[in-house]
């Protein structure tokens, strides 16, 4: 499968407590997203790469955010201290393009 | 400030019907508009787009329309399938990032 791939799908974690989600995208696109998707909201834009510069970051983007993509492969996105109201859907999608994004299947963090 | 917008949350079709959807935009800088379907669990599939240059794009079942002047998308799907049912996000582009839509539930029925 050569689609974007992300881990884990699924994450549960304690209020106050640091996770890190993984993001591989396709394997020739130099562009790779973030976005976070909340219940009855569409993706919104967290940060992007183009290869390992990261050039861009929304204003959701708090301190207690992180993004890196070493080498422009792989991304990694970590929240230090989370909180309840970070629960949502984490999305990860790479292109070629800065249209026709492709995404992966996401991964749910709850926040308890 | 929401700058791309789907009024309609939920719209229901009969199988073979033609299905509607609709999206309204504020920025006229915006120069890329797409469509994308999302499965419950899944991330979003993109489906068709169109550039700001142009007023349709087709792509077998699915055709998007573009009115800039009345700064509005719309996309058919002819004809409808129980397969279709999902959440359609319409997006927009005119930098790096997409700006998406709350998205409509369309379902397909028999």
């Known amino acids: 499968d050569t689609g974007v791939s992300q881990n884990p799908r699924h994450k549960i974690t304690k209020r106050g407590q640091n996770v890190t989600f993984r993001c591989d995208p396709i394997?020739?696109?130099?562009?790779l997203y973030w976005y976070r998707q909340t219940l009855g909201q569409g993706p919104e834009f967290l940060t992007y790469?183009?290869?390992?510069?990261?050039?861009?970051k929304s204003r959701l983007l708090s301190d207690r955010f992180s993004a890196e993509r070493p080498k422009g492969s792989f991304s990694t996105l970590e929240i230090q201290r989370t909180e309840q109201g970070d629960s949502a859907m984490y999305l990860c999608?790479?292109?070629?393009?800065?249209?026709?994004?492709?995404f992966g299947p996401g991964t749910r963090l709850t926040v308890t | 400030d929401q700058q791309v917008k789907q009024n309609s949350p939920s719209l229901s079709v009969q199988e073979g019907r033609i299905s509607i959807l609709n999206c309204d935009y504020t920025?006229?800088?915006?120069?890329?508009f797409l469509w994308y379907k999302k499965y419950p669990a899944e991330g979003p599939t993109f489906l068709i787009s169109?550039?700001?240059?142009?007023d349709k794009n087709e792509d077998g079942r699915f055709t998007v329309f573009l009115n800039k002047s009345a700064k509005h998308l719309s996309l058919h799907i002819v004809p409808s399938q129980p397969g279709d049912s999902a959440v359609y996000f319409c997006a927009a582009s005119g930098s790096d990032k997409l700006i998406f839509g709350t998205g409509t539930r369309l379902q397909v029925f028999p």
């Open positions: 394997s020739e696109h130099n562009r």
């Open positions: 999608a790479s292109s070629t393009r800065r249209y026709e994004q492709y």
């Open positions: 920025n006229s800088m915006f120069d890329y």
């Open positions: 790469f183009q290869n390992e510069a990261q050039l861009e």
């Open positions: 169109i550039s700001s240059i142009k």
